[in-house]
């Protein structure tokens, strides 16, 4: 669907301009109508010169190859309907190459920090403007201007709390009342906007027991022990935009493990009794490790068991962080962004695909792991690296 009739970009770009609902699957509903009722004069004008750019190119006594990457990460990731997606900060819009590629190359974009309680809810409810919705704000415009839809990140973490709540010496009772209107505020706030939350992040230790953090133990919210306040916060997510869908989101739980399985023991148990989780995130934060005949089949795996419970699949954060940029690391880095781009698109769950940051330049990976880096798609001078190109391919295939 994505292809065009001859590989030429333009004559694809003159076709098909995508249209992505917020249902979390590319719904292109002018592409499909456009195809049905392309019987106009100019519509038969464009093809027939599509068709003399392609003869003379034929024609031609060095015919070049059409271009692998004529198409974007995001054309062919539609035809799969699959949604590519990357963490964005506002304060980069401003740099033109940053900009085009991320309004070109996604569908999808979620920022990196700017929703994340400290960010958003920077002050106490005493004072008169405990929001800052400008940086998510500006966010949300960039997307909709280049009709990318928008996915939410994060309601409740142990991380990016702000002091006046680390400090404030709440009680349960309290921080229950904060934490609803925080999940109240934001999410409508951007209803109809946002389409889908990460409402809860990183809740399990590695090992499936309960992270003792704020909102579950330090006070917590007083809903009780196990995953009560995770089922709490996602009733009162889907209370405040009964309309978006609700993950919760981890990582290092991509294979099965002790976390995974008490991720799925807590999916299939809300499933059971209707609490309303739509998916689960894998944040898929990885290192060239995972290549690992057997590490793959068990993500794989995951994934099925996953979506055996009626869950939507997203890939939330992938990264692979490297040790070094030479170009065998680079190779082996991009098999491995091939690899796991298969696992998504050969899972019909699994609806997005979502790196986290698309240049190296800006990644997060140097700032928190000393000596490491090189994990997006695109280094530090914005040039394509061959993770682009793995998983271009992988979606095109
Ligand atoms: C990271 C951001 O990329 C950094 O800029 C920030 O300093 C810390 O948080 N898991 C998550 C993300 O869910 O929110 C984290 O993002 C990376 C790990």
Not at 42 to 50: E, K, M, S, T, Y
Not at 256 to 285: C, E, W
């Amino acid at each position: 669907m994505a292809i065009d009739y001859f590989g030429s970009p333009s004559c694809f770009r003159a076709r098909d301009k995508p249209n992505i609902g917020r249902e979390g699957l590319i719904m292109n509903p002018f592409f499909f109508r456009k195809q049905k009722s392309q019987t106009s004069l100019g519509a038969i004008a464009a093809v027939a010169l599509c068709l003399v750019a392609f003869l003379s190119l034929a024609a031609s006594p060095n015919p070049q190859p059409a271009s692998p990457e004529a198409s974007t990460l995001r054309q062919v990731a539609e035809a799969r309907h699959i949604v590519i997606g990357t963490a964005a900060a506002s304060f980069l819009l401003g740099e033109a190459e940053y900009a085009s590629i991320l309004g070109s190359e996604f569908s999808q974009l979620q920022a990196e920090n700017e929703m994340k309680f400290g960010a958003i809810h920077p002050r106490p409810d005493t004072d008169p403007n405990p929001y800052n919705f400008a940086g998510g704000d500006d966010l949300v415009a960039f997307a909709q201007s280049h009709n990318m839809v928008v996915r939410g990140h994060t309601l409740l973490w142990h991380n990016n709390v702000p002091e006046w709540l680390k400090k404030g010496g709440y009680t349960s009772a309290q921080m229950a009342t904060i934490l609803q209107g925080h999940i109240h505020a934001v999410m409508t706030h951007y209803a109809s906007k946002v389409y889908a939350w990460d409402v809860v992040n990183e809740a399990f230790n590695d090992d499936g027991t309960m992270r003792s953090t704020l909102w579950y133990d330090q006070p917590g919210i007083g809903a009780g022990v196990g995953t009560k306040y995770i089922e709490q916060s996602l009733r009162w997510a889907r209370e405040a935009d009964p309309k978006a869908k609700l993950f919760y989101n981890d990582y290092d739980a991509e294979e099965i493990n002790k976390k995974s399985d008490a991720i799925y023991a807590m999916a299939k148990d809300f499933k059971k009794r209707g609490v309303p989780l739509d998916g689960v995130g894998f944040q898929t934060h990885i290192t060239r490790k995972f290549d690992d005949p057997a590490k793959l089949k068990s993500y794989k795996e995951n994934l099925e068991r996953f979506a055996k419970l009626g869950l939507e699949l997203h890939m939330t954060e992938i990264d692979v962080r490297l040790s070094n940029g030479d170009t065998s690391s680079l190779a082996e880095e991009g098999k491995l962004y091939g690899e796991i781009t298969k696992l998504c698109v050969e899972q019909p769950a699994c609806k997005v695909i979502q790196t986290w940051g698309f240049t190296d330049k800006h990644s997060w990976i140097p700032g928190f792991y000393k000596g490491l880096g090189w994990a997006l798609p695109w280094d530090d001078n914005y040039q394509k690296k061959p993770a682009y190109e793995a998983m271009h391919d992988a979606l095109a295939k």
